[in-house]
């Protein structure tokens, strides 16, 4: 049997023993913009044709899971761990508010062209080109990484979509001080605490790197075989 059947046939295996969530789309919250991004989730996967863009181990967090930020935070303890790492950064004056990307259109170039390789690959040609100004949806939040003299070193947007909100984007500078799990604890915390959707995603694992899926597992993300409505 060709090794692409082989594993093809692994991953067909692997996917079916992972829990299955069942993530809702509601065109409602902002009927344009929810309506493409359903559309971009579930059209076929470039590799695998037989499943849905992002069906394949989403990585997720079941907010329903965690009573409360401590809760949450208290499950991501341990050695070298995702709280480790943010608490190494809060006590080195990093903080994360929600911002006006407007106001932040200098430090959002300067962290988009930080690094000419991310994840082993070229960035984006995207990321290369500045935007001088930002169109804000309504089903969006966008949340900044401010060092201890105000500047934004990493941002990630965040869109609600339903039933579950997913970072569209998450990117920030190359240092050793913890700013990425920061950035995203507190990110999963304040989702928590508003309670307005069952999960929260961050792409998959399947198509990550060995060291970003390790990132997201710090963090408490698992992947699962996610189901797609709409309505």
């Known amino acids: 049997m060709p090794e692409k059947i082989l594993r093809l046939a692994k ?17 409602k919250l902002n009927p344009l913009e929810v309506d493409k991004m359903h559309r971009y989730f579930t059209m076929r996967h470039p590799r695998y044709k037989i499943f849905q863009n992002k069906s394949l181990g989403a990585a997720l967090i079941d907010l329903a899971h965690h009573r409360g930020r401590e809760a949450y935070i208290n499950s991501i303890k341990g050695k070298n761990s995702g709280e480790q790492h943010a608490r190494k950064a809060l006590s080195r004056g990093y903080s994360v508010v929600e911002i006006d990307r407007n106001n932040y259109i200098d430090d959002i170039y300067q962290v988009n062209t930080s690094l000419s390789v991310r994840q082993g690959r070229p960035i984006d040609a995207i990321y290369r080109e500045k935007v001088n100004h930002y169109t804000q949806q309504k089903n969006y939040r966008y949340y900044g990484l401010l060092n201890n003299e105000g500047n934004l070193v990493a941002y990630g947007d965040v869109g609600h979509y339903g039933n579950f909100s997913a970072f569209n984007r ?49 963090l408490g993300f698992q992947p699962y075989r996610a189901k797609y409505s709409i309505k």
């Open 170 to 218: 998450i990117i920030g500078i190359r240092n050793n001080d913890g700013i990425m799990h920061l950035l995203v604890s507190e990110i999963v915390c304040q989702m928590i605490e508003r309670n307005e959707c069952r999960y929260m995603m961050y792409d998959t694992y399947f198509g990550a790197s060995p060291g970003l899926r390790a990132f997201k597992t710090m």
């Open 11 to 27: 991953l067909v295996i692997d996917i079916a023993k992972l829990p299955v969530a069942r993530l809702q789309f509601y065109l």
